[in-house]
C-alpha cells in the first residue's frame, strides 16, 4: 500500500489544465498538416494554415488556443495499491481546476442550475470526474477540456443488432453530415459501442484519448474507422463548414461487450483544438 | 478566395450591396459581443419597447465569449461561438437595425430570410482561431450586463478583424454552396 497526499494532486490538475488549453498536441498539429497538403480548397486550405498560426501564437503569447476552454472533463487511473490520504479526493481535484481556470486566464463556463436559473459557478468548477480502479500503486490524470460547440453536436442511438455496421457506418456519417459547420471542423470523432445507454457515451469520449497517429489494434476495427472517416471527408463540409475536403481528421471507436437484446452506439464530436494532457503520480 | 474587402462600422444597404458569399472581409470600427443569455436580455428590452443597451442601427454583434485578459491586454482569446443557439433572436435584432453578425456555422432559414428583408449579412470568423481573433481588437469594455460575466455585452474596438461573408444579402449561402462544391 502506498500513500499519496490528495494536496499532490491540487498544482498537478492546474498545470493539466492551462497546458491542453494553451499548447496543440503534436498529433493534432501534424494530422492538420497532413489534410493541409491533400485539400483542393482554396478557403480550406487558408482556415487549416490560420489554425497552425493560431497554434503557435497561442504558445508564444501564453493565452488559450480558444476563448471556449471548456468544462474540465478529468479522467483518473487511480492504482490499487494507493491509499489516498490527507483530505477528498474530488475536492482536491476540483480545487485543481480552480486554480487552472483562474491563472490561466481561462474562461469559466459552467453554470450550475442548468435550466432554470444558469447562473455560472465563476470557476468553472464542478470538474467531470471519472475514477477507475487499475493495477498498481500510482495514479494517472487525464484532463480533457471539452467545448460546447462540438460536445453539442453528439448523439446516443439505441441501435438494433439487425442494424449491423453497416448501420453503425451510416449513423456516425450521418451524426457528421447534420452537424456541419457547428463543431468546429476539422473534428475528431470519438465512437463508443456496446455496454448500456450511459457506457456508451462514456466509450466514445475515451475513444478520443488515443493518440491520432495511432491506429485501432483489430485490424477489422481499423479498416471500419477507415471507411468511417474517408466518408465523412467526402462530404464536402469542411473546416468551419465552408466546403473542403478536410471534415474530420480521425474517427476512433471502443467499444464493449453487450445485452443480446441491445446495440447502444454514441457519437462523441470534439473539436480541431482537440484538447487532452496527462500525468502520472507515483 | 474571391475579393478582400475592407469595411468600417457602422454599416449601411448600401456598403453591404457589394458583398458575396466568399469574400473575405476585414473588418474596422466598432463592434458588440452577445451570445446566449445576452440575446435573450436584448429581445426581451425591444419587446418591451425599450431601449437597447447600444444603438442597434448600422451595428454589428459578434457572437462570442472571450477569455479572460492578460493584465495589459484588450482581451483574452475571442474566437466565436455557434450560431445558430442566437437563431431565434437574430431576425427582431435586425428588424431594429442590426447590419452583421459574425459567429461560427450555418444559420437556420429564418434568419436567411430576415437577412435578405433587412439587408443584413453574417460574416464566419474562424472557429478555435481565438488569439488570431484576439489580435485584431484594440480594445474592449463591458457596457451591460456584467453579471453575466464572459456572456457581458462588449464594446469591441476592432482594427481588420478577418471574417468571411457566410450569407449575402441575396439570400446565397456559403454552408451550401461550399459543401455543394466538395462532396463528392
Known sequence: ?282 | MANEIKLHTPLTSEMLEKLQVGDKVLLSGTIYTARDAAHKRLVELLEAGKELPFNPVGAVIYYVGPAPARPGKAIGSAGPTTSYRMDSFAPALMNAGLKAMIGKGPRGQSVVDSMVKNKAVYLAAVGGAAVVSAQAVQTAKIIAYEDLGAEAIRELRVVDFPVFVANDIKGNDIFKIGVEKYRR
Request: aromatic share 4%; proline share 6%; glycine share 8%.
Open chain 1, 1 to 282: 500500500m502506498k500513500e499519496i497526499n490528495v494536496s499532490r494532486l491540487i498544482p498537478v490538475v492546474r498545470k493539466l489544465c492551462i497546458d491542453a488549453n494553451y499548447y496543440a498536441s503534436p498529433d493534432v498539429v501534424e494530422k492538420i498538416k497532413f489534410f493541409m497538403d491533400k485539400e483542393e480548397s482554396p478557403t480550406a486550405r487558408d482556415i487549416l494554415a490560420l489554425m497552425l498560426e493560431n497554434h503557435k501564437m497561442a504558445a508564444e503569447e501564453q493565452m488559450p488556443m480558444c476563448q471556449d476552454t471548456g468544462v474540465a472533463v478529468v479522467f483518473v487511473e487511480l492504482g490499487q495499491d494507493v491509499h489516498l490520504v490527507g483530505g477528498d479526493f474530488n475536492t482536491a481535484i476540483n480545487e485543481g481546476v480552480r486554480q487552472g481556470y483562474q491563472d490561466g486566464y481561462l474562461r469559466k463556463s459552467m453554470v450550475d442550475d442548468p435550466v432554470i436559473e444558469r447562473k455560472n459557478t465563476r470557476d468553472n468548477t464542478p470538474a467531470l470526474i471519472y475514477t477507475e480502479i487499475v493495477p498498481g500503486d500510482s495514479l494517472k490524470i487525464t484532463v480533457a477540456p471539452k467545448g460546447g460547440g462540438a460536445e453539442n453536436m453528439s448523439e446516443v442511438r439505441m441501435m438494433k443488432a439487425a442494424d449491423g455496421i453497416e448501420g453503425v457506418k451510416d449513423f456516425v456519417v450521418d451524426r457528421i453530415k447534420r452537424s456541419g459547420g457547428n463543431p468546429c471542423p476539422p473534428v475528431v470523432v470519438g465512437v463508443g459501442i456496446g455496454g448500456s445507454f450511459e457506457q456508451c457515451a462514456l466509450l466514445a469520449k475515451k475513444a478520443l484519448l488515443r493518440p491520432l497517429t495511432e491506429k485501432h489494434p483489430d485490424p477489422k476495427w481499423a479498416a471500419v474507422e477507415d471507411e468511417i472517416l474517408e466518408r465523412i471527408n467526402k462530404l464536402g463540409i469542411g473546416p468551419q463548414g465552408l466546403g473542403g475536403r478536410t471534415t474530420a481528421l480521425a474517427v476512433q471507436i471502443l467499444y464493449k461487450p453487450c445485452h443480446i437484446a441491445s446495440m447502444p452506439v454514441a457519437v462523441n464530436v470534439n473539436c480541431h483544438a482537440h484538447r487532452h494532457e496527462s500525468a502520472v503520480i507515483e
